[in-house]
């Protein structure tokens, strides 16, 4: 009776979700707004007596969530049983896009196969789903904090099929498989919104897939939790109560930009404030933000995106990137003209951000006057809590980490929470330059970016590398790991 649960469709749709249970009675929670029909039944059913709990519809909600999102079943077995028993002459057929992955229990195999992958991936927070077809089979791989591991090799014979569904999924062309395609999925797992973007690139094999996952609910993420220092979250923050110039958050792909700008942005949502972006895409919906997608099908391009938002009346701007000579000088130009600026770079620390954006094409004298500050950031990841260890540092740790290496540190073991990783989940190391008179002086005059770091330094700029260095006695991540996103 310890085991006792209700189908999900049953528990979302009638708002009641058994608690505990035993031989004497069952322990119900249940939506405020919960039916007398639905006791009735569940009461007939069960042949026990109920005691009811009754709940908001948010507090519901997250308990339903709570419940149902973390099913045990594991994707790689359930791949297995698709390819043992699956009819391959049947796996072209269609099925309706479900409204839930917890309702499509009794599916056809592909589609239980491909719900499996997707309730497996969302349950370990896997950033990516990587579907590859080699000669003799097909590999399926997650991108769990950064890193690819394989995941379940389904048969080769059933790749073709699981392209196919995948696009009727993300409403594309299932007859062309000779050119690349890109869409979207919109699902939910146990009542939490999942956007997946869905690329598809034909290889010698098949087609090669891989699905990005995002979690609209990440998007309710604050500065306050992504690891930035106490003094580096306050220098920030009066970057970003400035009431014009540019901020620049710089850093490779993947390494957390667009959240850093997300969560600035959750702090400055206000009736007071007409706040606009220009994404390419739209990970996160913003409530109470103007947020629009570049199109390149239609021409609609971020130099073209931020004419048009010039005439909204802005008070913020947000790029999603500056990619361009011509983004780069409408960011400026609003600048000027009394905006403030967040917007993405692609360099390697804060200080290359200037000469990047030189590069361009942008007059030095005009970057002098407008950029208030650039940040740059990497994605370490964070020790399991239930299985790390300490030891003492050596000498080849402070050789590599520098004299300021803490006496012990801590190192990944693995366990069965993380996945044998011996990690789990990811935070943010921060390197933030703030550009006062003596450093414009230095960018209008056209220095190397080697001058502005060395003169950043003496007012006050931690490099990522010690950046990270105070997340090392905590038992935040390991010296191993700081190295490597921090290896020039």
């Not at 970057?239 to 014009?244: I, N, S, T, V, Y």
Request: charged share 25%.
């Amino acid at each position: 009776m310890s085991e006792l649960k209700l189908p999900y469709a049953f528990a979302r749709t009638h708002g009641v979700l058994i608690a505990t249970s035993d031989e004497e009675h069952v322990e119900l929670v249940a939506r405020e707004d919960v039916q007398p029909a639905a006791l009735a039944e569940l009461r007939r059913n069960l042949g026990l007596p109920l005691r009811l709990t009754r709940l908001p519809r948010p507090a519901f909600e997250a308990r339903l969530s709570e419940q149902y999102g973390q099913g045990d079943g594991d994707a790689a077995a359930v791949v297995d049983d698709v390819g043992a028993d699956v009819d391959l002459s049947q796996l072209m057929q269609e099925i309706p896009v479900i409204e839930d992955l917890l309702e499509a229990e009794d599916d056809a195999p592909i589609i239980r196969m491909i719900n499996a992958l997707l309730q497996q991936a969302l349950r370990e927070r896997a950033s990516d789903i990587h579907i590859e077809p080699y000669e003799r089979n097909s590999v399926v791989r997650f991108r769990r904090d950064g890193s690819l591991q394989d995941v379940a090799r389904p048969h080769r014979a059933l790749h073709a099929a699981i392209a196919s569904r995948i696009k009727v999924m993300a409403n594309l062309d299932i007859a062309e498989k000779r050119l690349p395609q890109d869409g979207r999925i919109a699902l939910r797992l146990a009542g939490r919104a999942i956007d997946v973007r869905v690329s598809t690139v034909p290889i010698s094999h098949g087609e090669r897939i891989v699905l990005r996952l995002l979690d609209k609910s990440a998007g309710q993420i604050g500065l306050d939790s992504i690891g930035m220092a106490t003094d580096t979250q306050a220098a920030f923050r009066a970057l970003l109560a400035q009431p014009h110039g540019i901020v620049l958050v710089t850093g490779p792909t993947g390494s957390g930009k667009s959240t850093t700008l997300y969560a600035a942005l959750r702090e400055m949502i206000g009736p007071e404030r007409n706040i606009v972006t220009v994404e390419d895409p739209v990970e996160y919906e913003l409530p109470g933000v103007g947020q629009i997608q570049v199109n390149p099908r239609i021409e609609l391009s971020f130099a073209r995106a931020l004419r048009a938002i010039l005439r909204q009346d802005p008070d913020v701007i947000m790029i999603g990137e500056i990619r361009d000579l011509e983004t780069a000088q409408i960011a400026v130009q609003a600048s000027l003209t009394g905006h403030l600026v967040l917007a993405t770079l692609h360099t390697n620390d804060a200080a290359s951000a200037v000469t990047r954006l030189i590069d361009m094409g942008v007059e030095p004298f005009l970057l002098a006057s407008t950029l208030r500050g650039a940040m740059a950031q990497r994605l370490v990841r964070k020790l399991c809590p239930q299985c790390r260890s300490q030891r003492v540092a050596n000498d080849a740790d402070r050789q590599a980490l520098g004299s300021d290496t803490p006496a012990h540190l801590w190192q990944a073991v693995g366990c069965p929470a993380c996945s044998r990783t011996g990690y789990a989940g990811r935070t943010g190391i921060y390197e933030l330059l703030g550009v006062d008179a003596d450093i414009a002086q230095l960018i209008h005059d056209n220095a190397p970016e080697a001058r502005i770091r060395e003169l950043g330094r003496k007012r006050g700029l931690r490099l990522l590398r010690e950046d990270g260095l105070r997340m090392l006695a905590d038992g935040t991540t390991t010296g191993e790991e700081l190295l490597r996103v921090t290896r020039d």
